[in-house]
C-alpha cells in the first residue's frame, strides 16, 4: 500500500491560483497511475484529474479542464495539481489518488474501485 501526504491547499480569492502537491512513499512510484478527487461539502466525491504512470497521458474533469493541470515527478515521488482561475465552486477537500494496479490505464481511474487515498488538503476559493 502506497502512504499520499497532500500539500498546498489554503484560501485564495476567485481568478486566483494554487498548486497542490502530494509526496507518495512505499511503492515504485514511476508504475501507476495518479490523480486528484475532491468533495465538496453536502456534496459526493468527484473525479478531477489523472495522470499516466509515465506522465504522457492526462486526463480531466469537464468542469477543471483548460483550468487545471496535473503534472508528476517520478523522481521526486510527487504528482502536482496546477489550479489557475479559482472559482468559488472549487471549493472543496483535495485528495489524491494512487492506483493499485500497476500500468493500469490512467482513463479508468475515474472509476476505479482500487485506489489509495491520501487524507485530503482542503480550498477554499472566496468570492
Known amino acids: 500500500q502506497v502512504q499520499l501526504v497532500e500539500s498546498g491547499g489554503g484560501l485564495v480569492q476567485a481568478g486566483g491560483s494554487l498548486r497542490l502537491s502530494c509526496v507518495a512513499s512505499?511503492?515504485?512510484?514511476?508504475?501507476?497511475?495518479m490523480g486528484w478527487f475532491r468533495q465538496a461539502p453536502g456534496k459526493e466525491r468527484e473525479f478531477v484529474a489523472a495522470?499516466?504512470?509515465?506522465?504522457?497521458?492526462?486526463y480531466y474533469a469537464d468542469s477543471v479542464k483548460g483550468r487545471f493541470t496535473i503534472s508528476r515527478d517520478n523522481a521526486k515521488n510527487t504528482v502536482y495539481l496546477q489550479m489557475n482561475s479559482l472559482k468559488p465552486e472549487d471549493t472543496a477537500v483535495y485528495y489524491c489518488?494512487?492506483?493499485?494496479?500497476?500500468?493500469?490505464?490512467?482513463?479508468?481511474?475515474?472509476?476505479?474501485?482500487?485506489?489509495?487515498w491520501g487524507q485530503g488538503t482542503q480550498v477554499t476559493v472566496s468570492s
Open positions: 489518488v494512487a492506483e493499485k494496479r500497476i500500468m493500469y490505464s490512467a482513463r479508468g481511474l475515474e472509476t476505479s474501485p482500487d485506489l489509495d
Open positions: 512505499g511503492r515504485t512510484f514511476s508504475t501507476y497511475p
Open positions: 495522470i499516466s504512470w509515465s506522465g504522457s497521458s492526462t
